[in-house]
T-cell receptor, first 112, second 114 residues
Framework: LAKTTQPISMDSYEGQEVNITCSHNNIATNDYITWYQQFPSQGPRFIIQGYKTKVTNEVASLFIPADRKSSTLSLPRVSLSDTAVYYC?????????????FGQGTTLQVKP | EAQVTQNPRYLITVTGKKLTVTCSQNMNHEYMSWYRQDPGLGLRQIYYSMNVEVTDKGDVPEGYKVSRKEKRNFPLILESPSPNQTSLYFCASNGRGPHKDTQYFGPGTRLTVL
């Protein structure tokens, strides 16, 4: 499984765009990249998933360069309610193993 | 409503007293998994199950047991809890394999072992 590295913490202000980068140098050909968001005392919830280039949904965008050794989660115009821990996860969509490595995550603090 | 439930939500126990944390999902999911979360360490996988009667170790399985006798339930068993197992525990399930789309997480169980 690919090991991921994220910044431990980030600060931002309301209304700004926030970009959180995740490094995954040993990503495999069949690996996908998924980001989760976790609020205090709650389970993580899915934000976005992608394989390459750019993916966008109503919550965020995910940018993946051609070499796929990193990915960037982009949160447009954050609000105080976006304060949470964000996890990057790299794993194949299919296969015979269910092992998943979440890592430490990035704690995002949005200030007024 | 589609959900993953865990019980109990909070538990304080003493060293060596066997306990079970239950996890149940109502989505007919094949894949289920247990995680523990500790400050500064993020989420770490304890055990997972690809289907009924199929379980395997995650990253931190020592001191834990699981069973998957039926699809909806995946209990986590601590035969002889120790203080280093004090943690926040999450159960999760996914109907399309471990990594396809989203895992659905339970509300968490906060365990304190004295």
């Amino acid at each position: 499984l690919a090991k991921t590295t994220q910044p431990i913490s980030m600060d931002s202000y309301e209304g700004q765009e926030v970009n959180i980068t995740c490094s995954h140098n040993n990503i495999a050909t069949n690996d996908y990249i998924t980001w989760y968001q976790q609020f205090p005392s709650q389970g993580p919830r899915f934000i976005i998933q992608g394989y390459k280039t750019k993916v966008t949904n109503e919550v965020a965008s995910l940018f993946i360069p051609a070499d796929r050794k990193s990915s960037t989660l982009s949160l447009p115009r954050v609000s105080l309610s976006d304060t949470a821990v964000y996890y990057c996860l790299v794993a194949p969509l299919a296969g015979n193993t269910g092992k998943l490595i979440f890592g430490q995550g990035t704690t995002l603090q949005v200030k007024p | 409503e589609a959900q993953v439930t865990q019980n109990p939500r909070y538990l304080i126990t003493v060293t060596g007293k066997k306990l079970t944390v239950t996890c149940s999902q109502n989505m007919n999911h094949e894949y289920m998994s247990w995680y523990r979360q500790d400050p500064g360490l993020g989420l770490r996988q304890i055990y997972y199950s690809m289907n009924v009667e199929v379980t395997d170790k995650g990253d931190v399985p020592e001191g834990y047991k699981v069973s998957r006798k039926e699809k909806r339930n995946f209990p986590l068993i601590l035969e002889s809890p120790s203080p280093n197992q004090t943690s926040l525990y999450f159960c999760a399930s996914n109907g399309r394999g471990p990594h396809k789309d989203t895992q659905y997480f339970g509300p968490g169980t906060r365990l304190t072992v004295l």
